[in-house]
């Protein structure tokens, strides 16, 4: 019985693991074809790098962000990606100035003390946090889109695909063997 039991645990953690290893491929590959993030059904996922978001998702989490809003509707308590100095951050709407006709906002890490220094604009908003999380799968996304991780990511399937073939080589002719060994 622990034994039918372990394999069954073993199997879903095979099965659980070639899908995440399936997913980041798929997220690798498309977004070195298209040059840029990959993006599904209008959203991108985003790694989680700092906690200053936390406890509302933890660093090293994936994160929906919905793409193509009007950056201009954003109200204050959205979760929004926006890009500053080079980088992507991922902060909650503190403030919606309106002045001169156009909008900024102040936003602020939900873990962070004060507010960000900085005002975003408009045009520096990349989209808005969806609710879908999946946590810690950012570590290995983010470690995949590296150059030795895309490396690894396309090598090790191959190499378990060989072996797998191999295997399975053995298998066929080692029971090939069996039944024609009594055939001389």
Partial sequence: MLKKVLSIVGNIFKSIS?????FLAFIVISSRFTGGDSTILGYQLKAVLSGSMEPTFQTGSIIAVKLGANPS???????VTFQMDNKLITHRIAAVHHKKGE???????DNNNAQ???T?????????YSNFTIPYVGYAL??????????LLLIVPGILLSLSAMRNLFQLTKEF?????GWT
Avoid at 73 to 79: E, L
Avoid at 120 to 128: E, L, R, T
């Fill in 18 to 22: 070639i899908v995440i290893l399936c």
């Fill in 73 to 79: 509707s954003y109200q204050k308590g959205d979760i």
């Fill in 103 to 109: 909008i900024s906002y102040k936003t602020k890490g």
């Fill in 116 to 118: 960000d220094l900085w």
């Fill in 120 to 128: 975003v604009y408009p045009q520096n908003i990349v989209g808005k």
């Fill in 142 to 151: 983010n470690f995949v889109s590296s150059k030795a991780g895309s490396a």
């Fill in 177 to 181: 063997e069996t039944k024609t060994a």
